[in-house]
C-alpha cells in the first residue's frame, strides 16, 4: 500500500490476517451486523529505517 505523509512517498506491507470461518451476526443499534473474526500472524520481529529532523535510526516495530 503506498501512503504520503507531508509530502514524502512511502511504501507498506500490512499483515495479512486469516479468517477462521467465524462469523458473529448481531444487530448495532437495530440494523442487522456481521463481524468476522481473523487471526492475525505475530510476525513483530522486523526493524524499520526511520528518519528524525535528519538524523538516521533504526526502531524495532
Not at 510476525?43 to 524495532?60: F, S
Amino acid at each position: 500500500m503506498k501512503l504520503s505523509y507531508r509530502g514524502a512517498q512511502y511504501e507498506v506491507q500490512l499483515p495479512q490476517g486469516q479468517n477462521d470461518g467465524v462469523d458473529i451476526v448481531g444487530t448495532y443499534r437495530g440494523a442487522p451486523a456481521t463481524w468476522r473474526h481473523v487471526h492475525r500472524q505475530n510476525n513483530r520481529h522486523h526493524e524499520v529505517d526511520l528518519t528524525y529532523r535528519g538524523v538516521k535510526y533504526t526502531q524495532p516495530v
